[in-house]
């Protein structure tokens, strides 16, 4: 166990509908990194947070936005779902300060699936 | 921003072999070269790490080289076990700078037959 919570674990969903994935990161971690997984294109980065704010930004789709709260934990919102996006989602967290990266502790992942 | 590219995509050897998988990065300024096991099914691990300084790190079975000039770095296994098989992804990021996007390789899938 990574002490990093995701929810929900698995979520089927129609096109053109949004969802909302939930990431609690490790106990005293301030980092919360968001990660797409699919089949042929591996890990690909979508947006960093550190306390609250954001500090880098990958190939996230307009779509999508993500926040953190003052509570650490960040919610990835996904909108206007098309096919494409059925995905493994992963949430990480790091203990780095400064937001500098460090050993990534991925959380299980929420399986998305848009039919 | 960062590229890494990574090869081979799959890999099989047998039980007792070694395994190479190569990764190069495109920014001159990444610092930061993590490996990262993947197992069916589970969530991305921590194998190993290096950072620029230094050119070679092992732990037991495991050893990464990083060749800065060249931009290229590497994961050897040696003595590979069945539970080695798994997915591992290379990737590369700068260290000690306010952002963490760390960028990933698309990974390597490795089968270590018995």
């Known amino acids: 166990d990574s002490g990093v919570t995701q929810t929900p674990k698995h979520l089927i969903t129609a096109t053109g509908q949004r969802v909302t994935l939930r990431c609690s990161p490790r106990s005293g971690d301030l980092s919360v990194y968001w990660y797409q997984q699919s089949l042929d294109q591996g890990l690909q980065f979508l947006i960093q947070?550190?306390?609250?704010?954001?500090?880098a930004k990958g190939n996230i789709l307009e779509r999508f936005s993500a926040q953190q709260f003052p509570d650490l934990h960040s919610e990835l919102n996904l909108s206007s779902l098309e096919l494409g996006d059925s995905a493994l989602y992963f949430c990480a967290s790091s203990a780095m300060t400064g937001g500098s990266t460090g050993e990534l502790f991925f959380g299980e992942g929420s399986r998305l699936t848009v039919l | 921003g960062e590229n890494v590219e990574q090869h081979p995509s799959t890999l099989s050897v047998q039980e007792g072999d070694s395994a190479v998988i190569k990764c190069t990065y495109s920014d001159s300024a990444s610092n930061y070269f993590p490996w990262y096991k993947q197992e069916l099914g589970k969530r991305p691990q921590l194998i190993i790490d290096i950072r620029s300084n230094v050119g070679e790190k092992k732990d037991q079975r495991i050893a990464v080289t990083l060749n800065k000039t060249a931009k290229h770095f590497s994961l050897h296994i040696t003595e590979t076990q069945p539970e080695d098989s798994a997915v591992y992804f290379c990737?590369?990021?700068?260290?000690?700078?306010?952002?963490?996007?760390?960028?990933f390789g698309k990974g390597t899938k490795l089968s270590v037959k018995p």
């Open positions: 947070y550190y306390n609250g704010e954001e500090r």
């Open positions: 990737a590369a990021s700068r260290y000690g700078g306010s952002q963490g996007n760390l960028i």
